[in-house]
């Protein structure tokens, strides 16, 4: 035994040293090897991870860029988002913004931010009040148009009635001339075309100068030369190559204007008509609970700044009885040189020919359903192209809703309750106002059986940017001023007061 142990020691010995190099590379190179292949792999993998990281933050970070727009809302303005959600769950709805608003607010820059229409039919959800989701709906692209049923409740529809009636209603009835009737319409003074050019030529220098046309265009009701005629006058007058016109050149370009149905055959030349009873509702401090709420759901819809929906007109509230109705028209105006927006006048150009009004958005709340007609219609909604001379065919205005309000491309019934959210214009691409969007005509069609009640909520906005910018520094100072004075007086008893006087 001991013998055969010391033979198979020394043969076992006899091979190590055979190969005394190959057993040990063996065994120490194929673990290298493994190891090696691992971390490679491992790298690899990491690497692509990480990519795919980075890839997703700069994805996250440009959503969030061009859905808010650059400096949508600087730190400190408090205006409340409405959550949206294309399926089933509903984001957490922010806190509602206080009726309180900071002076600071209004000095703020921001951008303004649009929903997306995605397509006609496309349901989105919102979170505007914390007790119930709403859901919005888009009706056109062409306005993007919104509705939302259920938008106010029962109780809040009937106390903004009440209020309405409350304060008086006052009667709007605009109507276009009858051929019996032209006489009785003209001014009381009859001036022939070398009175009026001697009462624009304010230095009698026998040459009118733009400056002086422009200054008869303060007054924006009662007066005989119409906003249309000193527009049709200035225009001929920059395109005389001296920038003046003598007596002659007057003529001709006051005759087109007393006239301008020569000049535009086959245009549109009906004027608004309307007839109805409405009123005006200030919805800022110190008025009605429901008025505030109101406003702070358009806050909310909208997802504009809390500023410029404090800033914007009051909520015009209309009362359709039987027959009334109002024709199609824009609730805004087109950007002219020699327009001004009536909201930022106090900014604006003095010398401006006249003062319009400039709405972003319109938001129409239905306070009442009506039993037939008075539907609110839109002639041209997703036309695929908009062509003025189109909207008369065949002789019939479709802007006439008292004849052609069936020709409509979409009427929309009155239900108590429902919003509805359109843009009145354009984006120009950099997050601010841009042209008239000319899909948004729209219309009210007769009232046949019942009583429609309606309330626009408008916010204004000035295509200048600047202009709006500074006017939005006016109010505050505006607002630091009062808040000075009321501070200053605040501690003065009845007896001190009577004493500094």
């Given amino acids: 035994m001991e013998e055969d142990l010391m ?6 010995d006899s091979g190590n040293s055979s190969s005394p190099f190959n057993s040990p590379l063996r065994s120490t190179r194929l673990p290298i090897q493994r190891s090696s292949v691992c971390s490679r792999a491992y790298f690899v993998v990491v690497m692509v991870f990480f990519h795919v990281y980075i890839l997703n933050v700069i994805a996250l970070l440009l959503y969030v860029h061009y859905n808010n727009g650059p400096g949508d809302l600087v730190s400190g303005d408090r205006a409340s988002s409405a959550s949206v959600s294309d399926g089933g769950s509903t984001l957490t ?24 229409g995605i397509r006609v039919g496309h349901v989105q959800h919102l979170s505007l009040v914390s007790d119930r989701t709403h859901k919005m709906k888009t009706l056109s692209l062409k306005p993007l148009l919104f509705e939302i049923p259920g938008f106010l409740s029962e109780e809040e529809c009937r106390v903004v009635v009440q209020l309405a009636q409350l304060k008086g209603l006052t009667g709007s009835q605009t109507t276009a001339p009858s051929q019996g009737q032209e006489e009785s319409n003209q001014p009381l003074l009859s001036l022939s075309t070398e009175e009026v050019f001697s009462l624009l030529d304010l230095n009698q ?25 000193l527009r049709q006058i200035l225009t001929g007058l920059e395109a005389c190559p001296t920038g003046m016109l003598n007596l002659e050149e007057f003529r001709r370009v006051y005759d087109v204007s007393q006239h301008p149905g020569q000049e535009q055959s086959g245009k549109l030349q009906t004027q608004f ?14 008025s009605h609970q429901v008025l505030h709420t109101l406003k702070d759901r358009v806050t909310s819809l909208t997802r504009l700044p809390s500023a410029l929906v404090e800033l914007s007109e ?8 039987h027959g009334d109705f109002s024709n199609a028209h824009h609730d805004s105006s087109p950007s002219r040189s020699e327009t001004t927006c009536a909201h930022t006048r106090l900014a604006g150009n003095t010398s401006a020919l006249t003062e319009v009004s400039c709405r972003y958005l319109t938001v129409l709340f239905y306070l009442s359903s009506v039993e037939e007609g008075g539907e609110t219609s839109f002639p041209v909604a997703d036309n695929r192209t908009y062509d003025e001379q189109a909207l008369v065919q065949d002789g019939v205005d479709l802007t006439d809703t008292q004849e052609t309000c069936g020709s409509g491309n979409l009427r929309l019934k009155p239900t108590a309750g429902t919003a509805l959210l359109w843009y009145n214009h354009l984006s120009d691409g950099r997050g601010w106002m841009g042209e008239l969007d000319e899909y948004s005509l729209h219309g009210d069609c007769p009232v046949k059986r019942g009583v429609k009640w ?4 408008w916010v204004n906005v000035d295509p200048d940017h600047q202009k709006q910018a500074r006017y939005q520094r006016l109010v505050a100072q505006r607002h630091q001023a009062k808040s000075g004075m009321e501070e200053h007086y605040q501690p003065l008893s009845h007896s001190d007061l009577h004493q500094d006087l």
């Avoid at 033979?7 to 076992?12: A, P, R, T, V």
């Avoid at 422009?214 to 005629?229: A, F, I, K, M, Y």
């Avoid at 009051?314 to 009885?321: D, F, K, M, N, T």
């Fill in 93 to 116: 709805h922010p806190a509602a913004p206080s009726q309180e608003l900071h002076v600071e607010d209004y000095s703020q820059s921001f951008s303004l931010p649009r929903i997306e």
């Fill in 314 to 321: 009051p909520l015009q509230v209309i009362r359709y009885e």
């Fill in 273 to 286: 008509k309307q007839r109805n009873k409405h009123t005006w509702l200030y919805q800022g401090s110190g």
């Fill in 205 to 229: 220098d026998s040459l009118l100068q733009k400056q002086e046309i422009v200054s008869h265009s303060r007054s924006r009701d009662g007066t005989w030369l119409s906003p249309e005629n």
């Fill in 454 to 457: 309606v309330a626009n909520s």
């Fill in 7 to 12: 033979q198979q020691e020394e043969s076992s």
